[in-house]
């Protein structure tokens, strides 16, 4: 029995050895095996915001549900709740359903009276508000549907702040209903 354990020691203590040293060298080093965890991380929060999205858009027969990937590339590039960009779009048109004919443009954005941007696709609008939510806003400290509302819309901003967080809660909570609809 004491042999056996020598021989289990012995060839069991290079073995810990070798562990020991590759954890060691991975936390002073490289950290290779937590930077693809982290990675992967990222990968799958922002694969299950897509998909979020998508169930959203497709409950509200939004034309924007083939551009759930380009909300979410834009709210991370640009430091934005995910929800806030769809959200505002629901709000101003109905989830992109109802918006002047060709303008692409389901935010609102730049439509004063007869006037009103126009974008190339939904793709280009939601790249240009995105980054026009930053420069203009996120910058200025305007960070939060409620900071924003009183400046996007001033003259009725607590309509517009009510229907905005509805939309992002509902976002949010899109992925708690198991309604077979949604899928």
């Known amino acids: 029995m004491r042999i056996k354990s020598v021989f289990l020691q012995s060839n069991i203590l290079p073995l ?8 060691t060298a991975n936390k002073v080093g490289d950290n290779v095996y937590s930077d693809a965890f982290a990675k992967e991380l990222i990968r799958s929060q922002k694969v299950e915001k897509v998909v979020n999205l998508e169930k959203f858009f497709k409950k509200n027969n939004s034309p924007l549900v083939n551009h759930s990937e ?19 779009s629901c ?78 809660n509902s976002i949010e909570n899109i992925s708690d209903n198991n309604d077979s609809n949604d899928a």
């Open 16 to 23: 810990l050895a070798a562990i020991a040293l590759n954890i």
């Open 70 to 88: 380009t909300f979410v590339e834009v709210a991370e590039k640009y430091g934005l709740d995910y929800r806030l960009l769809p959200a505002i």
């Open 91 to 168: 709000m101003e048109s109905s989830c992109g359903k109802y918006l002047i004919e060709g303008s692409y443009n389901p935010f609102g954005w730049g439509i004063y009276g007869t006037n009103a941007i126009y974008f190339e696709d939904y793709d280009e609008a939601i790249e240009t508000v995105g980054k026009g939510l930053k420069d203009n806003y996120l910058s200025r400290g305007f960070d939060t549907p409620q900071k924003i509302a009183p400046v996007y819309t001033p003259p009725n901003h607590v309509n517009w702040l009510n229907g905005v967080t509805y939309f992002m």
